[in-house]
C-alpha cells in the first residue's frame, strides 16, 4: 500500500507532464488536506476510517482499475483525480453540531423531518444530516482561506482547464445518483483530451470498493465499543466495520474483479454479499454512463464486467440461506382473513379512512401553497348492481391521488404506508389516520376484483384492475394505452381515466366469500365520526362532520325533567319515603368542552344528567346506603334508565325507571354511547362503561355523563390492525382531553363537589416517562389548574402553591395519590387530576410524606428537576419521608401505600442500578418495581421481592449486598 501521494502513479503521470510551478501549487494544496481528513474522526469516532489512509486507497484503487491504461490519462485527468480522491469527504467534518443549523441545506433537510430540532439535535440527526448532504458542505471547506484554497488558488488553470472547479464538481459527484454525473460532460475538452465524466465514474468506484480490512482494525473496534452498540448510529457503524473487518478486499484481473474474504458470521456475510451486489449494481449504472458519454475512453478502456465472489471464505460455519422467510400467499391470505379482522365489513371503514386521509392531506398541500380557502370536495361512495347481476361499491375521493411511483412503492408494497414514508411531508402536521399499509388487502375479505382509477398532480392518469389477491396487476397509463373500457359505474356514463385529481375504486363483491348481507348506508354510519370531509351514499350526504361538533347532540340547553307521578311513587315507595311531598328530578346540563380545550385539534361536547333531589341518608341497623345511578337499558341500548338502590349490610335492593318516554331523552337514541374519533373516523370502541366509572368521579353518585371527542393529526390513538381491543392515548393527548375537563371543573367552581376526574385514561402495558411529562406542551397550562387539595379543603394551583412558599407559609397536600394509582392501570381509575398532583409535586417541589400521609412542601422549582435514572421509574415511585420515618421503606396506610423512601438503603441500591439491571435483566426489573405497586402491602410481596433480588445475586455475583436485602424487612 503507498504511504503518501508522491509515490502514486498518478502523482507521477502529473509530475512528468506539469512544470515544477504547477507540482508546487497541487502537492501544497494536497499536504493542507491532509491534516482535515483528520478532523472527520473527531467529528464521528464511530464511522469507518476517512482520512489519508481512505484516500491513498482510492487513489490505488483508480490505478488498479486502470492497469495499463493509466498512461492514457491526461496531465489534467490524473490532476483531478488526486484532488477529487483526497477532497470528496471534506463536508463529513463537524466539530460542533450547532453549526449545521444555520447551513442552507440542513434547513432544506429538516423541512421533512418533524423531529429535527435545531435547539436539541440528537446524534442520529446530525449523523444522518452529514452522511446526505456531506457532498455539499465541502464547499464550506474547500474555497474557505482559513482551510486549504489561498485567495489566488480559487481558480488554478492547467492545460487549459481551471482543476479547482473540476475537481470540486468531480468530488461532488460522488453522492450524485449515478445517472447525474453524465452533467460533467460540459467540462470535458472537445478534443476528446480529458473526459471528467471518466474521472467521476473512477472516483465513484473506488469510493464504493474500499471495502477491506485495511480500513479498519480490530483493536480500534472494540475501544470504540462498537461490539455493544448502544444507539441507532452506532448500530449502523457497527455493521460497517464488521464487514470492513472480515474483508480482504479486491484483485483485478481479465476484466474481472476477484473479491476475498474470511467471515466469522452469516450475517456479516449476507450484509457483505449485499453490499457486493449493489458494488455491482453501480458498476452496471456506471457503464451505461461509461458508453454514452466517454468519448475518449469506451473504445479504448472496459470497466469490470464481473466480480467473482468464490474467495470468501466463512470461517467455523456453512453459509445459506438459513433463516425465517415467508411465503408471501400465506402471508396474504392470512393479513386478509378473520386473523386480523373480526368483521369482513371492515373493509368499508379502511377505505373510507384512505379516503379521509388522501383528501384532508390535498387540503394541507394546497393551504400550504396559498390557497387558504381550499377545500376538498366530499367523498362519494355509490352502489348498483350491473346487467350481469353483479353486485358493485364505489369510492370516488379528490385527495392526492397516485402516480406510478407511488403504486410501485406503496400501494402494492404491503405493510409498507405511504403516511409513515420520508415521501410523505409530515412537516404540514398532518397525522394520517392509516398507519399499517395493509388496509387496501381488507377488500378481498368479500371481493370477486377492484379495480382502481387514479390521478396525481402533475402526473397523467392510471388504471389498475386487480382480480385476486394472487394475481398481478393489469396498469395502464394515459399517454401509452388509449384502449381502456369505462371505469365501472352506476349510471355507465364513466371515465375511462380521471381527469380529476383523486382516486376512485370499485370493489366487485363475491356473494360467496360473505356470512351474511349487509346495509352499505348502515356500515358507513358506523365508521363515519364527525368527518372533516363531507360524505355522500348515492348524492345524499350521510354521517355526522365536524361542524356538527360545534353544537351539542343531545340538547341545546340546561332542562329540568320532573318525574311523573308513577315514577315518582315507584322511587318513594322503594326508598321508603311515602310522606315526601317533592318530585324527584332530573337536570340535563349541556357542557361544550371545546371551549375549554387548549388546542383546536381536539374539540368536545358533554352532557350531565344529574338525579338533583336529595335523599336524606337514614341510618337504622339494617340500611346503610340510599342513592340513584344513570345507565344504559340492558335490553334496548338506546335508551337511559334510572337505577334506584338501596344498599343493606348483607346486599341491595334495586328497582329501575326507564326514561325513553320522556320527550327530553328522545334525542338521546342516537347518541347513547361515550364515542372518540380520530380524523372522521370512529376508533372502535363504546366508552361508556369507562366515561361513567363513573366520569367525573364525583362524590355524590348520581351523575352520568356523556362525551363525544373529535381527535385529530398527532392526537392519533395508538391501536391494533383490526382496533379491536387496547386502545392506548399518548400522554399528550391523555393530557389536552384532561386539560379540557379539568378547566371545565375550575371555571364552574364543582371543584368542591368531586374527588377527581377523568375523560380518557387508557394507557395499558407502559407508564408515563419523564421525556413524554417534559414534551408535553400543556404542562405550563397544567401548572395553572387548581387541583391541589391544601388542609382548609380548598384547592389551588402549582402557581398559587408557589407564592405561598415564597410567603413563608407552610403547605400540606392532602390528594397526593398513593402508589397503587401510579401503576400501568392507574389512568383506569378514573384520576387523572390526582396524577398531575404527582406529576407537578415530583418534577416542580421539593418536599416530604409525613406519617399521616400529607405531602409537606419545603420549597420549589422553576424548572423539572431530572437525573438521568429517573426515566427508569413511573412518577410517583420515589418519594422523601418526614425523618421519623426514616427507616421505613414505603408507607402503608390501608388501601393507600406511598412510594419508596428514597432515602432507604433499598432504595438507593434500586436507583443507583437502574440502568444495569433494566439493560441486563429487564423483566427481573420489572417485577422488583411491581411488587410495590399493588393497592396494599403483603408478606408475600417481601417474600417475592426477597427472591428476586437473591436470583440477581446468583446472575450478577457482589451486585447486592445481604444488608439491603434485609433492610426490607419493616
Known sequence: MITKFEESNLWKIFERSSDIGEQGIIKNILNKSRPLLKQIVRSFPTFTNHDEEHSLKIIENIEMLLGNDINKLSTTEACVLLLSSYWHDLGMICNDSNEITNEVWFRDYCQNKPECDENNLTNNIVSEYIRINHHKRLEKYLFNEDYILEKEQKSIIIDGNDIVNISYQISMSHNYETKDIQTLKDLSSNANVDDFVFCAILLRLADIMDFDNDRTSISTYKFLALDNPTNEADKYSQKEWKKHIDNVGFEYSNNILYFKANPNDPNVEYDIRRFIKIIKYEIEKCDRVFNAYCHKWRDRFKLPSEIDLS??????????????????????????GNNIYTNPMIFIREILQNSIDASLYKERLDKEKGYSNFKCKPIEISDWYGKDGAYWIRFD????????????????KIGKSFYESRDFNSHLGFKAISRFGIGILSCFMVADRLEISTKKENAEAIRVSIKSLHSFFVTQLESEHRVVKPFPSKNENSHKY????????????????????????????????????????????????????????????ETIVELDDIDNEILKDHFDMKDMTKKFKI??????????????????????????????????????????????????????????????????????????????????????????????????????????????????????????????????????????????????????????????????????????????????????????????????????????????????????INELINTSQKVKILNLPSMGHLSVDYIGKGHTREMFV??????????FIDKNGKYNIVKNHTDATIDKNRKYFPIGFFVRYDEELIDKLQLDQGRKVYGLNIEHKFSKWLYENAELLNNKYKG?????????????????????????LRLIQKLEPNIIQDEVIQSIND
Open 311 to 336: 474467495g470468501i471464505k466463512p470461517i467455523g460455519y456453512k453459509y445459506g440461506d438459513f433463516k425465517f422467510t415467508f411465503d408471501n400467499n400465506q402471508v396474504l391470505d392470512l393479513l386478509t
Open 397 to 412: 375521493d379528490f385527495g392526492i391521488g397516485m402516480d406510478e411511483y407511488v403504486l410501485l412503492n406503496y400501494f402494492t
Open 498 to 557: 380521471r381527469n380529476d385529481i383523486g382516486t376512485s375504486i370499485a370493489i366487485k363483491i363475491d356473494f360467496s366469500k360473505l356470512n351474511r348481507w349487509f346495509n352499505i348506508k348502515e356500515e358507513l354510519e358506523k365508521h363515519i365520526f364527525y368527518s372533516p370531509i363531507a360524505i355522500k351514499y348515492n348524492e345524499e350526504k350521510i354521517g355526522t362532520t365536524l361542524d356538527e361538533l360545534d353544537s351539542n347532540p343531545w340538547i341545546d340547553m
Open 838 to 847: 404527582e406529576i407537578l409535586s415530583q418534577l416542580f417541589i421539593d418536599g
Open 587 to 800: 337536570k340535563i346540563t349541556p357542557v361544550n368542552l371545546s371551549d375549554y380545550s387548549p388546542t383546536q385539534k381536539i374539540k368536545t361536547q358533554m352532557v350531565l344528567i344529574e338525579f338533583i333531589t336529595p335523599i336524606k341518608q337514614e341510618k337504622p341497623k339494617q340500611r346503610v346506603h340510599k342513592y340513584c345511578t344513570f345507565e344504559k337499558d340492558i335490553f334496548n341500548e338506546t335508551s337511559l334508565q334510572l337505577k334506584a338502590t338501596v344498599q343493606y349490610k348483607k346486599g341491595v335492593d334495586t328497582e329501575t325507571i326507564s326514561l325513553e318516554k320522556y320527550s327530553e331523552f328522545n334525542k338521546f337514541k342516537n347518541f347513547i354511547t361515550n364515542q372518540i374519533g380520530h380524523n372522521g373516523i370512529f376508533i372502535g370502541k363504546d366508552f361508556t362503561n369507562e366515561f361513567n366509572n363513573p366520569i367525573l368521579n364525583f362524590t355524590r353518585e348520581n351523575i352520568f355523563a356523556l362525551a363525544h371527542i373529535s381527535l385529530s393529526d398527532e392526537y392519533r390513538p395508538s391501536m391494533n390492525i383490526s382496533r379491536s381491543s387496547d386502545i392506548n392515548f399518548s400522554y399528550q393527548t391523555l393530557s389536552a382531553v384532561n386539560l379540557s375537563l379539568s378547566r371545565f371543573i375550575t371555571q364552574t367552581n364543582l371543584a368542591q363537589q368531586t374527588h377527581d376526574c377523568s375523560l380518557i385514561y387508557q394507557r395499558f402495558n407502559t407508564n408515563f416517562t419523564v421525556q413524554e411529562i417534559q414534551d408535553d406542551k400543556f404542562l405550563t397550562e397544567w401548572k395553572k389548574e387548581q387541583i391541589f387539595l391544601l388542609e382548609d379543603h380548598n384547592y389551588t394551583s402549582l402557581v398559587d
Open 924 to 948: 427481573i426489573f420489572e417485577d422488583i418495581k411491581n411488587t410495590f405497586s399493588s393497592w396494599s402491602r403483603h408478606d408475600k410481596n417481601n417474600h417475592k421481592l426477597k427472591s428476586l
